[in-house]
């Protein structure tokens, strides 16, 4: 039986949560929302299958995909959203690659896949992202392995299955990436297994 002392404080009743409702109507461009990041200046960002949108807690407004506007998005299907140290993000598109959008001149950098180049994206099929201790740039494709972006010299290292290595990825179908606070990044996979990989 609990005991309790006298004058001893009591833990106050919790409050019950209280959620605001953002949807189609206030302005989101979809109704399905698959990822959301609060960035460092405390603006929050929906990944819809139509857009990206940035909300400032009074509005939103939508980036999307334009032919016409070569630094813009390149395409509309977003997976990932991840927060660099310079305050710039970094953005999955389902079926357009990798753009860095850049906070200073609210413009969009996109890194596609080139069959014609080694150096290219793996894939344009980008599902899950993570920047690591180091600031480099991990691209889960949903085909084609990781690719791991090094900002500073646009180098790409390319990660993938080989048969023949067992410490290879057991599977170029990427669904996550997380970072542990010991900086090792964990894979996830549609094969069952767990892979990690510190540095």
Known sequence: MAVEQAGAMTAPEASPAVFE???TTDGLPQSTVYVTLQDSQGFVWFGTEDGLVRYDGHRLFRYGYRRDAPDGLPGN?????????HGDLWIAVADGGLARWNRATDRFTVFRHDPAKA???????VVTLLVDDSGRVWVGTRDSGIDILNPLTGKIEHLQHDPLHADSLIDNRIKTLTRAPSGAIWVGTDVTD???RAF
């Open 21 to 23: 409702h953002l949807t």
């Open 77 to 85: 299907f977003i997976q990932g959203i991840v927060e660099d140290a």
């Open 119 to 125: 150096g290219s994206l793996a894939s344009d099929i």
């Open 194 to 196: 767990l892979h990690h």
